[in-house]
């Protein structure tokens, strides 16, 4: 309620979504004062992973699915987890590297798994500076199916990588990735269509490549830190001068 009525109080209300304006329509905010501008990187940041770095280190080989994430229910890791035991069992060759703090709840999912599954899985533990950028360049799939995200900028990050991504039909996360573009989309929750889709950007190599390419595309096109301050600057001025500053 606090913050609610703080925005209410504002000349100029910046949301990463529509979903988030809409939101924020229907709970009083005047629409003229709410603008969309979404999240960005900055491209220079983000130069420098190295994949053979990352693979040496923890001693990996084939392709690899990764998250970058609080390992929670919430984020989809659960069902990261559960949709890779499905591949593996069809044969699949591919580790499944798990980047981020782990949630109570998680922990206590991850540990009551079958040794099998838990040697073919990776827990680094949160990450960050290079060893995330080399994460990024070595990776083959990202994926984050998670019901919580408003924008999801890892997304972003992974696209720059020319890595295809994999997220939920959940959230703010449809406005940013383009189903069938630039990567998938999938139900909360549905264990088979994640492994299916999976499956997919593993074995069609071509396809995952082209997700790739769009997604640095939009990214370099839309989503750098520059160009949103060049729509966010502007927002100030007439607030300055209605507040005689």
């Not at 981020?100 to 998680?106: E, L, N, V």
């Amino acid at each position: 309620p606090h913050q609610l009525a703080a925005m209410r109080q504002s000349d100029r209300v910046i949301v990463q979504t529509d979903l988030e304006g809409e939101y924020l329509a229907s709970r009083g905010i005047p629409g003229d004062r709410i603008v969309q501008v979404g999240m960005g990187v900055n491209p220079e940041e983000l130069e420098g992973g190295k994949a053979s770095r990352f693979r040496a280190h923890f001693s990996l080989q084939g392709p690899i699915v990764f998250t970058i994430a609080t390992l929670a229910y919430d984020k989809g890791i659960n069902h990261l987890v559960e949709a890779m035991r499905r591949l593996w069992g069809r044969g699949m060759k591919a580790h499944l590297v798990l980047a981020g703090p782990q949630m109570a709840s998680f922990s206590r999912y991850f540990s009551a798994l079958p040794a099998s599954v838990k040697e073919r899985c990776l827990l680094t533990g949160p990450i960050q500076g290079q060893e995330k950028l080399d994460l990024l360049a070595a990776g083959d799939v990202f994926a984050m199916p998670s019901r919580t995200d408003s924008f999801g900028i890892v997304y972003l990050e992974a696209w720059y990588y020319r890595k295809p991504v994999i997220g939920a039909w959940a959230g703010g996360v449809p406005e940013v990735i383009a189903h069938g573009q630039d990567g998938y989309l999938v139900r909360f929750g549905d264990v088979e269509e994640l492994a299916g889709r999976l499956e997919e950007l593993l074995h069609q190599r071509e396809r995952a490549h082209l997700f790739g390419q769009r997604g640095r595309e939009k990214v370099v096109r839309l989503h750098t830190w520059d160009r949103k301050y060049a729509a966010i600057r502007p927002l100030y001025a007439p607030a300055l001068r209605s507040a005689g500053a």
